[in-house]
């Protein structure tokens, strides 16, 4: 079965400083990765996805994220965050085929002045 | 009017009250999911339907009766409900088993089970 790790459950981060958010997949085969955004009281956006390719792909907002295969990671970094990103991050896996779509646990990120 | 819509987004209802929430997809999508999003709990996959068949149920209790009477809805019709089945409800559409697809997700609907 597909899991999905998020080891952070809050991180503080100062407007302006880079952000890091940590993910971990378990499963077989490559599979389709997600990042999504979660303001409060609202739904999922998604940020950015990884099929395959070029490792690093590049999302909405300034988000990027990096797939390595050897670390079954896919995290998720912003070089500078501004206050309206401070929301809820899940990293999400989906089989190559199927529909079903499992979250990590989320990450709350928080920014300070 | 485009993506995913939920109605309503806020509800309370006792525990003996019957009531459904509603989701649309104005994105052509073949498949559509109910989600449950708990305080300090992750995102719980509850029902998925595959063009209009229910194609799995994650031993949620029957409580909750999903309906896809298309391709463009979803409901989820409650009854006898108990407190801690309050939570934010997740209803999301995706094109079903084509490569590079994500799922998109309406704005929830808050439930408040009292």
């Known amino acids: 079965a597909q899991s999905v790790t998020q080891p952070d459950i809050h991180i503080t981060v100062s407007e302006g400083a880079s952000l890091e958010l940590r993910c971990n997949y378990s499963?077989?085969?490559?599979?389709?990765l997600f990042w999504y955004v979660q303001s409060p009281g609202q739904g999922l956006q998604l940020l950015l996805k990884?099929?395959?390719?070029?490792?690093l792909v590049q999302g909405i907002k300034g988000f990027e994220a990096e797939f390595k295969r050897s670390q079954s990671s896919f995290n998720l970094r912003k070089p500078s965050v501004h206050w309206s990103d401070a929301a809820e991050y899940f990293c999400?896996?989906?089989?190559?085929?199927?529909?079903?779509?499992?979250f990590g646990g989320g990450t709350r990120v928080l920014v300070k002045p | 009017e485009t993506g995913v819509t939920q109605t309503p987004r806020h509800l309370v209802m006792g525990m003996t009250n019957k009531k459904s929430l509603k989701c649309e997809q104005h994105l052509g999508h073949n498949a559509m999911y109910w989600y449950k999003q708990s305080a300090k709990k992750p995102l719980e996959l509850m029902f998925v339907y595959s063009l209009e068949e229910r194609v799995e149920n994650n031993s949620v209790p029957s409580r909750f009766s999903p309906e896809c009477p298309n391709s463009s809805h979803l409901f989820l019709h409650l009854h006898t409900l108990q407190p801690e089945d309050s939570a934010l409800y997740l209803c999301a559409s995706s094109q079903a088993d084509r490569e590079g697809t994500e799922a998109f997700f309406g704005q929830g609907t808050r439930l408040t089970v009292v």
């Open positions: 999400a896996v989906r089989r190559a085929a199927g529909n079903k779509l499992t």
């Open positions: 990884y099929f395959s390719g070029d490792t």
């Open positions: 499963y077989g085969a490559t599979p389709y």
